[in-house]
């Protein structure tokens, strides 16, 4: 089966830095990617571990680790405009399966 | 170059009646998918395709149709509305070379009343 899971909602103030886990019960998948949306807007695509390791894209990075069936979205020097919700997805190649998401509340 | 292009952007619907929401993207991605998504939630996967006249259903199918004729669209059919379907609905392609993520449109918001 798939199963993914990650918290809920986390809270950090502007200038922190922030770690979204994802933790997953599944196998075979090709990669983990994260997306971040904000309410009443569409997913966007933010970052994709195919490999095991740091991924870093700006203030942005993304760490994978298959044999611990882990992954994370680290988000540096926050900004309230991080304030949204992050979502990681397993990638099955045909499509992704998708977490329950994580809502990042940013405070001044 | 447009990207994942969504009509329309609101729908309210009666239960019983049938539409289609439309989904067109210019990138020439071979893989599109659509999603629904329900207040709070994540993204359920309801069908995908791979290419043009191949499709297949995700994890909640039931009550909806898909065809792929072309590379470039691929529309969801709602064959006999129910509350239960009122939802945010997600198109979204990407391409099958490389690691690189979905490409979602701006979503259709369904109401079935």
């Known amino acids: 089966g798939q199963s993914l899971e990650q918290p809920s909602e986390v809270t950090a103030v502007e200038g922190a830095i922030v770690q979204i886990n994802c933790t997953y019960q599944t196998s075979g998948f090709y990669g983990l990617s994260w997306y971040q949306q904000h309410d009443g807007g569409a997913p966007t695509f933010l970052s994709y571990n195919g490999l095991d390791g740091l991924e870093e894209t700006g203030r942005f990075s993304s760490f994978l680790s298959r044999s611990d069936s882990y992954g994370y979205l680290l988000l540096q020097e926050l900004q309230m405009k991080d304030s949204a919700s992050y979502f990681c997805a397993v990638d099955y190649g045909q499509n992704f399966v998708f977490g329950p998401g994580t809502r990042l509340s940013v405070l001044p | 170059n447009a990207g994942v292009t969504q009509t329309p952007k609101f729908q309210v619907l009666k239960t019983g009646q049938s539409m289609t929401l439309q989904c067109a993207q210019d990138m020439n991605h071979e893989y599109m998918s659509w999603y629904r998504q329900d207040p709070g939630m994540g993204l359920r996967l309801i069908h995908y395709?791979?290419?043009?006249?191949?499709?297949d259903q995700g994890e909640v199918p039931n009550g909806y149709n898909v065809s792929r004729s072309t590379t470039e669209d691929f529309p969801l059919r709602l064959l006999s509305a129910a509350p239960s379907q009122t939802s945010v609905y997600f198109c979204?392609?990407?391409?099958?070379?490389?690691?690189?993520?979905?490409?979602f449109g701006s979503g259709t918001r369904l109401t079935v009343v």
């Open positions: 979204a392609s990407r391409t099958s070379e490389g690691n690189y993520g979905y490409t």
């Open positions: 395709s791979v290419g043009a006249g191949i499709t």
